[in-house]
């Protein structure tokens, strides 16, 4: 009798646990992509909202200071066509300033992403000749569809001096 060899057979493929395996890479590598992207495109808008309000209160400190300080400073005027400056309820005022108005600052009215900033402007005399001008520019950065001062969650204070004669 001969006896049987029995044949040895190698299996080329892929096997089930191995497909998951690669499954399970490929789906947390395009989920940390995808988290990642989300907070950088969030991380640029809050970026850009703070800049926003830092030209804000640059524009008003300046504009007050270009005219000596003079209280009867009014931001309401015309700004251009994507800037409107309306009164409004007021924020805080800070400690030893005295209030010249609160005012709510519009960009670009048509953009459904754009931010309302609620700013007070307060001033106080340092010495005889000499102003300081104080801008609080404030905005919500959660839920940007809250209208009103009370719902703010951010601000950038800026404080110019200047001559008064």
Partial sequence: MVPKV???????????????IAIT?????LIGTSSFRYHAALDG????????????????????RGIKGDLTFDPTGPWGL??????????GVPEDFTLLGSYKVVLDDD???SVNYYTTLSW???KPGLRALNVVVAWAQRGRGADGGENVDKSFRL???TQTF
Avoid: H, M
């Fill in 82 to 91: 994507d800037l409107e400056v309306t009164a409004s309820d007021g924020l």
């Fill in 124 to 126: 106080k005399d340092i």
């Fill in 6 to 20: 029995k044949k040895i057979r190698c299996r080329r493929g892929v096997s089930l646990i191995g497909t998951l």
């Fill in 45 to 64: 808008r809050r970026a850009n909202a703070y800049t926003t309000a830092a030209r804000v209160a640059l524009v008003l400190c300046e504009s007050w």
């Fill in 159 to 161: 404080t110019v001096y």
């Fill in 25 to 29: 890479v490929l789906l947390i590598a």
């Fill in 111 to 113: 953009d459904p992403d």
